[in-house]
């Protein structure tokens, strides 16, 4: 028990710190960013909160890269310093040993999907909206109840946006100088165009003193909705989205007949994320055993990062190639961590010492 303990507690230390030394480079260079874009309403304390705001997205990104490098470091310190080799004098297997590393993978994998499903899509939404608020915009982001935007004497509503700046169950409303409704419209979908959006199924209903008309287009264009310069402040990517949001965008656009494989992808590879952790811990051991007589930190630090730098690159190949081979989102999703964790358990099993 203290044993397992000791390793657990070893393996979490060097994985945080491995996070924290991440997330402070992180946090220079989108300061760097973000100081080249200080203008108007636009300060400096704002841009800091900015950044604070997007570092928990960004250290779901670095989750896996963290972990490996902060495991091969830590049990690479204790394969240099003879306490692998001790335990393993004293009857402790390989297999015995990657329990307690297997335990952190799993801490560690409930930890990153909690954060994936709290902080990581709040830090997206208060950075927007502090954006939006700083271009002079009003928003209000309701979760499941879509996204209001705000603009002078008008009320838009959007049911959802997609990646390339696609609106989908838009309902405006204009209200006139004394708060009369004038004009408000529904619409199924609007394309961002070079004079305006191109909306379709468009039911127009128009208030005057006297009378209200209506009126419904299959397609209109409409010179002004959404400012476009509010586009990238409207659009999320999959990754920075929770598992929820993920779900209600993949099944409408499925049921809209739109294209979905990036949302489904994101909803499988945030649910194997836990898998993914615990194959980047026990893929440590057999390398930190490998190198304990070849090589210090130094090498050990050069070793993980590329690794994980091979292993990243790996995993977006297998993820996005099986998507365009046509695999189901949740196979290409799964791929990555089962091999990386069928390989982990090949190099135990072989007792690399």
Known sequence: MRLDLYVLRTVLGGTLVTLGALLGLAVILLLL???DKVEGAYTLGKAMLFVLYMLPGYMLEFFPL???VGSLMALGQLAAGNEITAMRAAGVSLGRLARPVLAAGVLLGLVGMLMGETLGPLGQTQARLMRAEALGHTLSMQGEQ???LREQERFVHLGYVTPGGELHQVRAFAFGP???????????????GEQGWEASKVSSNTFRPESVSMAFDAQRRLPALVPANLLNVLVVLPQYMSMQEL??????LDANGLESASYWLAWWGKLFAPLQVVAMLLLALPFALATRRTGGAGQRMVLGILLGLAILILTRLLTQGGLLIGLPA??????PPVLFLALAILGLRRGVV
């Open 33 to 35: 960013d973000e100081i």
């Open 66 to 68: 963290a972990t490996l």
């Open 146 to 148: 879509g996204l209001w």
């Open 178 to 192: 004394d708060q009369t409704l004038r004009e408000a419209l529904l619409l199924e979908q609007a394309t961002p």
């Open 247 to 252: 779900w209600r965008y993949a099944r409408f």
């Open 330 to 335: 949740w196979f290409a999703a799964l791929l």
